[in-house]
């Protein structure tokens, strides 16, 4: 089973994306967008960014705190890893027919500093190591020939 | 019944994602001009040629919601400042 990756030019760089549409419990409310996804093996987990929780709707008072690694930093901020539990990513495979994975959490970083989140105009969500990981899948990524999927043999 | 039920939900996410392609697919193939109209806006895609644009997320959200737009097939994404890489 292959899920397609859309590679798009940023910064002059060409980069893995995705489209998911999380799934959670209905108490956690989220609004139903599919979030532009970066395919980021550089993050350990797989997260919902500022700008993604605003998308969402998500009320980070609802969420339970990690229990390791529980702050984020990066430049001049830092994060509250916050967990969407027993949660699920729903994507389209090469068939376009819709595929569930299921993951025992999803991160959310709320920043510790009240800013506007207008601020940060990034991606709304990263697919992490976790995600690669559990699903057993691997990553192919050619930006020569301009080729990317996730795939589970 | 419940199969049923199950099997449309299923056809309808499917149809808001082609939906949801096609508008990725139109602001690939106009991004440039779109970058250079909405530097430092958040943007929304409903349909091809049809785009909504605000300087704030909540309140561009909020139009999509006024206008009973279908989510699910809505493509949103911001544009950076020029000379900005916003990685997260």
Not at chain 2, 43 to 51: D, G, K, M, R, T
């Amino acid at each position: 089973m292959k899920i397609p990756l859309r590679l798009r030019e940023r910064y002059g760089q060409l980069m893995p994306f995705t489209s998911i549409a999380i799934r959670a419990s209905s108490h956690y409310r989220l609004r139903p967008l599919r979030l532009i996804t970066l395919v980021d093996t550089g993050s350990p987990w797989t997260a919902v960014t500022p700008m993604g929780i605003t998308m969402l709707n998500i009320s980070t008072k609802t969420l339970s705190k990690a229990d390791k690694y529980t702050r984020v930093r990066f430049a001049d901020y830092t994060f509250n890893r916050l967990l969407i539990n027993a949660a699920g990513i729903s994507m389209i495979d090469e068939n376009k027919k819709s595929v569930f994975f299921d993951m025992p959490s999803i991160s959310v970083l709320d920043c510790t500093k009240k800013i506007n989140p207008n601020k940060f105009k990034d991606t709304p969500a990263v697919l992490g190591c976790d995600f690669i990981d559990y699903h057993g899948l691997s990553l192919y990524f050619d930006p020569s020939k301009k080729i990317a999927y996730l795939e589970k043999q | 019944m419940l199969i049923i039920e199950k099997v449309k939900k299923m056809h309808e996410e499917i149809e808001a994602f082609e939906r949801f392609e096609k508008n990725e697919d139109w602001f690939d193939t106009h991004l440039e001009d779109l970058e250079e109209k909405n530097r430092n806006k958040f943007l929304a895609v409903v349909a091809p040629e049809e785009v909504i644009v605000d300087d704030d997320l909540k309140r561009l959200l909020a139009k999509l919601e006024r206008d009973n737009i279908d989510f699910r097939s809505v493509f949103i994404t911001a544009i950076p400042p020029i000379g900005v890489a916003s990685i997260l």
